[in-house]
């Protein structure tokens, strides 16, 4: 089974400029979720989304936003990028639903975005 | 909301010797610890988990232990080999009823385990 992909891996912005990542799940995960990882402040939960529906959200301003379509993939956008947004994001996906082990996340590569 | 912390930041151990990293969250409604692996360059990996109906769980080399009245879970490496070499996580989340999870996982800042040959 394909695990969590990620695209771009890399990513170079520049202040006031708007991104758009995306993540593709483990097939048959319906969750999706995304983290900030920064050496200062380590992982940070963004959003949760989940049947295309956000179930869940991070202490995040609100240029941090994300979707999820039909098929479970999901996107994240920031916009007005800020020197801070510097950071790797990563995506996590998970069965979810019930049953041992739907809640395990595994997550993608990562994201590495760098403004500029 | 919940908060993890973490101890201790970083940690080195000879090669064949324990390593135990220890965390704490502040959410009793926290049901679900999870523990990962992040290798330099690599995604975060999961390399074992605990519900809160569980007090211990063992993987081969790997253990977890959790106390819910103390809030804290721990993370047990017996004989450590220089692979072991990792930043580690740990994180807290809650699992709905039906068994599907709140994916808001809140983790720790790591620990920074090296062992040394």
């Known amino acids: 089974k394909a695990g969590v992909t990620q695209t771009p891996r890399y990513l170079i912005k520049t202040r006031g400029q708007q991104v758009t990542l995306s993540c593709s799940p483990i097939?048959?995960?319906?969750?999706v979720s995304w983290y900030q990882q920064t050496p200062g402040q380590g992982l940070q939960f963004l959003f949760e989304?989940?049947?295309?529906?956000?179930?869940n959200k991070g202490n995040f301003p609100g240029r941090f936003s994300g979707r999820q379509f039909s098929n479970s993939r999901s996107e994240m956008n920031v916009s007005t990028l800020e020197l801070g947004d510097s950071a790797l994001y990563l995506c996590?996906?998970?069965?979810?639903?019930?049953?041992?082990?739907?809640?395990?996340?595994?997550f993608g590569p990562g994201t590495r975005l760098t403004v500029t | 909301g919940e908060n993890v912390e973490q101890h201790p930041s970083t940690l080195s151990v000879q090669e064949g010797d324990s390593a135990v990293i220890k965390c704490t969250y502040s959410?009793?409604?926290?049901?679900?610890f999870p523990w990962y692996k992040q290798e330099l360059g690599k995604r975060p990996q999961l390399i074992i988990d605990?519900?809160?109906?569980?007090g211990e769980k063992k993987d081969q080399r790997i253990a977890v232990t959790l106390n819910k009245t103390a809030k804290h879970f721990s993370l047990h490496i017996t004989e450590t080999q220089p692979e072991d070499s990792a930043v580690y996580f740990c994180?807290?989340?809650?699992?709905?009823?039906?068994?599907?999870?709140?994916?808001?996982?809140?983790f720790g800042k790591g620990t920074k385990l090296s062992v040394k040959p």
């Open positions: 994180a807290a989340s809650s699992v709905m009823r039906d068994g599907g999870s709140q994916g808001n996982l809140i």
């Open positions: 605990i519900r809160s109906n569980v």
């Open positions: 989304y989940f049947s295309e529906t956000q179930r």
């Open positions: 959410d009793s409604a926290s049901n679900y």
């Open positions: 097939s048959g995960h319906r969750s």
């Open positions: 996590a996906s998970s069965k979810d639903g019930s049953g041992i082990s739907s809640y395990e996340q595994y």
